[in-house]
């Protein structure tokens, strides 16, 4: 594994240079934001490149990079479903989302819900929104990055997480989304150039695809496995992943964010659809390096390290810290991006909407600030426990703590949508007492499950608690008799546009492709 003590003068001149480079752009996309105004939707003025980059960049974290390839040397592709799955629901958030989103003109999805249901169901959202924020991405994202900086540099957890929440925060709290849109930009195209190289490098040393292939199971190159597979069955990922998959890429603010700060729907669907053909690039940029490296070397211990194997062994001196500052920076993209969702839910949908009503953008800026402050510490706190657990695989704990989240936002945000019968107590109940619930069978599921009992799959698990929610829901709406909320006039406030033959013929060539793949990968 790589330490410090191996890298060598030129890393270290990369690795700074970089970051120099990296906190220039952060210095001019603050230059860049109009004096006055809002530091959390860019003054909608983001371009399709920009939402696709900030999407992906929020999405692809160290978990991504280090987790994948570790799956990747274990499974093969099958993991793959999580990056390329996606596209329904990326496609859902294009078309049937964002027109309503962006029509109705709102910063937060809190705030979408408050027009929809009323203000106590934008309140419970809000602070659901920000728990989920600070466990999910921040957490998370803290502790799957200190693990590599912990190794790297031989320091604490909370140290590498202090380190890299100084590093994103600056961003959040200098320019606001524009920066991190700017800076994701510049850090993704470094991501796959990086990623590109091992790949390429580890195929020239195999000897090509068709060594590779020889060298590895049959199934590790199909994307459906057995229902009796113990990681990966086929039934949970196709009736569970969707439910995480609507939370996730339509409903959860650190990844809607960009859409909402969109030009206008045009650019936010053109966004999105790059977002969607990035997303192909997960399997071979973060899951084929892993594959490379169970055929190149098959007796690796930890599976974890099999992405810095390959840079170890493969890279000359210079390119191992020009990979490490390509890892710190989707730590950046990720932290930076949840930080400023978190400054905008608090801000927007609690602190000016229920303390400070006619709050001049100073004060929303500096509260923003504060908030940021604020969640950067609990979030260090909740990474260090979450360091005291032990025995986890990063990547399955990451994909079951989003399992048990989901039900909830994604059963709200799908009747309230679709069905206009829907009421304010169903889905405050479903906000409220379903997230005791979904969050409380997590617990039990990952920590206190009883030994002697067979045990589901969590995403068949979430798929359950999402159905059991939406039945909830309807039946007392349905026994509901008080009267509707005027929210139902969402339904007429969606930004209508004709759909362009660019924006079609971009949605059409994906999902064209993105069957392709699966035809072949089965």
Known sequence: MINASYLQGLDWGILIGYFVILLAIGIWASTQRKKGSSLFLAENSLRWYHIGFSMWGTNVGPSMLIASASAGFTTGIVSGNFAWYAFIFICMLAFVFAPRYLGSKVSTLPEFMGKRFGQSTRNILAWYTMITILISWLALTLFAGGVLIRQVFDIPMWQSALILLAISAFFTMLGGLKAVAYTNVYQMLLLIFVSGTIVVAGLYKLGGIDELVARTPADYWVLFRPNSDVDFPW???????PISGIWFWCTDQSMVQPVLAAKNLREGQLGTN?????KILDVPLYILPGIICFALYP?????????MTMVKNLFPVGMVGLVLAVLTAALVSTIGSALNALSTVFTMDIYVKKFNPKASTKEIIRMGHVVTVVGAILSV?????????????????????????????????????????????AANFALTLGTLLSIGTGVIYLWAWPEGVAKPHFMMLSFYLWVALVIAMMLISQFDKSPMEEGTELFDKVERQKTGVLVAGLWIALILVMVGLYIFFN
């Open 381 to 425: 706190v909740i990474c260090v426990a979450i360091d005291s657990i032990k025995g986890l695989n990063l990547f399955n704990v990451f994909q079951s703590v989003l399992s048990f989240i989901a039900p909830p936002m994604a059963a709200v945000f799908v009747l309230g949508v679709f069905w206009k019968r829907t009421t304010k107590r």
């Open 299 to 307: 007796t690796l211990a930890n599976p974890d390290e099999a992405y």
């Open 274 to 278: 790059f977002t969607g053909w990035l």
């Open 235 to 241: 039934l949970p990922i196709v009736l569970g992943y």
